[in-house]
């Protein structure tokens, strides 16, 4: 349970546990409560979470450097000048 606290866990991994509990928790509601977790057996996919979890943490830390790497050539400019003896083309 602790793994799927994370704010690495997003809707698309929580449809994972969904499949993989063959379950339908209610993640998004506002009834969502322990019980429900542990009516869906994680326990018994533990390892199975394990993974999701980790490709969670994996795939924020993607989207982190992405979103940098964006606000960074969003601003840049190209300049072109001519080089050696080729025509500007």
């Known amino acids: 349970m602790q793994d799927l606290s994370k704010d690495s866990i ?10 993989i509990t063959k379950t339908d928790l209610k993640y998004e509601s506002d009834l ?3 019980e429900d977790m542990l ?5 018994a996919v533990k ?3 394990s993974e999701i979890a980790d490709y969670a943490d994996k795939q ?10 964006i606000e960074y050539w969003e601003n840049e400019q ?3 000048a001519p080089y050696k003896a080729r025509d500007n083309v």
């Open 10 to 19: 997003k809707i698309r991994h929580w449809e994972e546990v969904k499949t």
């Open 32 to 34: 969502f409560k322990l």
């Open 39 to 43: 009516k869906a057996d994680l326990l």
């Open 47 to 49: 390892e199975e979470i």
């Open 60 to 69: 924020l830390r993607i989207e982190e450097k992405l979103k940098v790497i």
């Open 78 to 80: 190209f300049e072109f």
